[in-house]
């Protein structure tokens, strides 16, 4: 292949993207292996809080590299929001992880997802019981009017290995309370509930054997999860999921989908 062809090739891949492609607003970093970028919002994507998109950068053969995230940021938000692992040998977050503001990154506008309050049926209480970057959604779901306006209680649990893993949702839940849109609609019915299975914290453990023993209910002076008044969405890994349906599912909770509403719904954080 001539010299002039590979331009020619690389430039019609560039110029492919171009409609998909957006620009990095901001960038934090929260630890070695967690981050949270910002990219313009492209005029035509509507989506529902807790949903999530495809993203990625261009890959090295000229091809958009991409992967599913979920939107973190809600769905009246001008700019869209992401948390982000860094895999250090992932195709993707090992040069995700890099970028700075003013860089372009691809966005496909097809958002998809169960984690929406469509999926679920009305109840009294909602818990949102999240593993290490599956806040994500619920990072959108927190900051969205109609999750206050459907229930009087919001608890979200995040379990993570460290503290600082859990730093992210922190700061998000303690800026709720200020938030001049929403805070006064927060105000009391959010209950948070955080966990760490690797270091020494204020609550350790699984949050899943916190649920099999009872703590989580002594702690939040709850008696019992029912599928009269509660109502679940969970995010995690493959394992967290599962495990937590078997739980739910004896609380006697039934799964919903967009198509059919149910008392609690499942997304996978990734895939492993
Ligand atoms: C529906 C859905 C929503 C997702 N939303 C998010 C999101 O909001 N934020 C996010 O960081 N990732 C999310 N992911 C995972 C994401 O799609 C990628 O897997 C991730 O960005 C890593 O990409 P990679 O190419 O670097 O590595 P990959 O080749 O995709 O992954 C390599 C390995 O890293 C591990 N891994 C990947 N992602 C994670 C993760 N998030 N947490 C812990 N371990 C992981 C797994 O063991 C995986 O096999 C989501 C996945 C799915 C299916
Ligand atoms: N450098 C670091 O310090 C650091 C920190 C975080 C992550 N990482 C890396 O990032 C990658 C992803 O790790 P991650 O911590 O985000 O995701 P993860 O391995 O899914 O773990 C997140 C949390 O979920 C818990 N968990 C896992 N399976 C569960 C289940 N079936 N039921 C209940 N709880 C469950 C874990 O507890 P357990 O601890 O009991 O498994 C942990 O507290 C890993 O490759 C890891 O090496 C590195």
Known sequence: M?????????TAAKVATLPDAQTVTAVKHWT???FSFRVTRPQSLRFRSGEFVMLG??????????RAYSIASP???????FYSIKV???????????????DEIILRTKPVGTLVHDALLPGKRVWFFATGTGFAPFASLLREPETY???DEVIITHTCRGLADLEYGRQ???DLQNDPLIG???DGKIRYYPTTTREESPRMGRITDLLKDGTVFRDLGIETISPDADRAMVCGSLDFNKDLKEILEEFGLREGANSEPGEYVVEKAFVD
């Not at 001539?2 to 690389?10: G, N, P, Y």
């Not at 950068?57 to 991409?66: A, E, F, I, R, S």
Request: charged share 25%; net charge negative.
């Open 2 to 10: 001539t010299k002039l062809t590979q331009l020619t090739q690389a």
């Open 32 to 34: 070695d292996s967690l």
């Open 57 to 66: 950068l261009l890959g090295d053969n000229g091809k958009p590299l991409l």
């Open 75 to 81: 769905a009246w938000d001008d700019e869209l929001e």
């Open 88 to 102: 250090q040998d992932g195709p993707l977050t090992s040069r995700l992880q890099h970028i700075q503001p003013g």
């Open 149 to 151: 306006e459907n229930y």
């Open 172 to 174: 998000l839940i303690e």
């Open 184 to 186: 006064e609609m927060v």
